[in-house]
């Protein structure tokens, strides 16, 4: 009786986080809005932070890393324009590359706005911990590697999409590599202490860069990352 209160009271707080957070501030993705609707985000944290699942802000996971604030996982997947790439390409589900595993959350997210993810974490402890949340949680499709994510993954490639949660002094050359025409990589670029959204947006044998937003998120370790 009591897990299924508290199922009911996640899902209250998980749809006052999409219409506050979310919808109210220019989220309006469909996807990306009934994605993070439906994934609960309380099972990708710690239990003794499980009354902050849904508060507006990025949380430790441990190792250094963090689950990113509910807004940013929403910007990041809607910069994405999954929807677009999906109506144009009907053939099968777009296949992103999703750099930093971290709790598996955003991996989640992304599989339930119908993509078939590859997901990287350079920590095999994160890894594995991940990997089990999310086949506990009904994920089987979402593929886990161990590995230097910022070198991209090109067994796999050219991707849908690919999406980096930690900072990059300049998008990774590999991954900009391994984006399929008309893919976007969206990923934080700057200094360490602050950097801004970006989106990189191959057309054709042409690259056009927007940047976003400002952010702020842990470094992107790795060769193509900032140096240890």
């Given at each position: ?75 990041m997947s809607e910069s994405l324009e999954l ?77 849908a999409g690919i999406l980096v949660a930690a ?61 240890q």
């Amino acid at each position: 009786m009591r897990r299924e209160r508290d199922a009911e009271r996640f899902a209250r707080l998980r749809a006052r986080m999409v219409e506050t957070q979310l919808r109210q501030r220019g989220v309006a993705d469909a996807l990306v809005l009934a994605a993070m609707a439906e994934v609960p985000r309380e099972r990708f944290v710690d239990e003794f932070l499980l009354e902050l699942a849904y508060t507006d802000g990025a949380l430790g996971i441990g190792g250094g890393q963090t689950i990113s604030q509910p807004y940013m996982v929403a910007r990041m997947s809607e910069s994405l324009e999954l929807g677009a790439w999906i109506a144009a390409h009907p053939e099968g589900p777009p296949r992103v590359l999703d750099i930093g595993t971290g709790s598996g959350y955003q991996a989640a997210v992304l599989a339930r706005m119908g993509a078939s993810v590859i997901s990287v974490e350079r920590d095999p402890e994160l890894a594995a911990e991940a990997k089990a949340r999310l086949e506990e949680l009904g994920y089987w499709d979402i593929r886990v590697e161990v590995g230097d994510g910022s070198a991209g993954l090109p067994a796999f490639a050219p991707y849908a999409g690919i999406l980096v949660a930690a900072a990059a002094p300049e998008p990774p050359e590999p991954l900009i590599a391994e984006l399929a025409d008309g893919a976007r990589l969206v990923v934080p670029v700057g200094r360490r202490d602050l950097q801004e959204l970006t989106v990189v947006h191959r057309v054709g044998k042409r690259l056009e860069t927007e940047r976003l937003e400002p952010c702020v998120f842990v470094p992107l370790v790795g060769r193509f990352g900032f140096p240890q």
